[in-house]
């Protein structure tokens, strides 16, 4: 009745990159660009493992050289400047934008609040009072309404 799953038909090769699992998260309009880029995502992933390889090899044949150790260590010890620097000004930078954009909206609703109380609160008020009043008044006029004898 089912169909039992072997290894090799649920598993991926380690080579293999399935858009399968991608493309049932997308809407249906964009399968066919996912297919049609779906060579090139393989060639640049071969390539990416290729020079990542080539990469990870060279520097464990380099890493054996003190001289090369000294070099990155100098190296690190002066971009560390540099980094905190740019660190240090994005950090400003998104501090003083933001209590910027926080006083700008804290006196936008500070000027809403203030229009919609002093304008809109009497008129709201006003026809609350006036409903309230006619509620009032047609209660008191069906309560007292003059009851007409009852001819039999």
Same mark, same amino acid.
């Given at each position: ?42 060639? %640049? ?20 050289? =003190?001289?090369?150790?000294? $070099?990155?260590?100098?190296? %690190?010890?002066?971009?560390?400047? =540099? ?6 000004? %994005? ?35 006003? %026809? ?6 006619? $509620? ?9 309404? =003059? ?6």
């Amino acid at each position: 009745m089912y169909e039992t799953l072997s290894k090799e038909s649920h598993t991926l090769d380690r080579d293999e990159q399935s858009t399968d699992q991608i493309g049932s998260l997308l809407p249906a309009f964009v399968e066919p660009y996912i297919k049609l880029a779906e060579p090139y995502w393989l060639t %640049a992933r071969k390539y990416g493992q290729v020079y990542g390889a080539a990469a990870k090899e060279a520097v464990r044949v380099l890493w054996q050289y =003190p001289d090369v150790r000294l $070099v990155l260590y100098i190296l %690190a010890a002066l971009s560390a400047l =540099p980094v905190s620097i740019f660190v240090l000004y %994005a950090a400003t930078t998104l501090f003083v934008s933001t209590c910027i954009t926080s006083l700008l909206w804290i006196f936008l609703v500070a000027v809403g609040l203030t229009l919609g109380i002093l304008i809109l609160a009497p008129f709201i008020l006003g %026809a609350a009072f006036i409903s309230v009043g006619a $509620v009032v008044a047609y209660e008191l006029y069906t309560y007292w309404r =003059p009851t007409e004898p009852v001819e039999d």
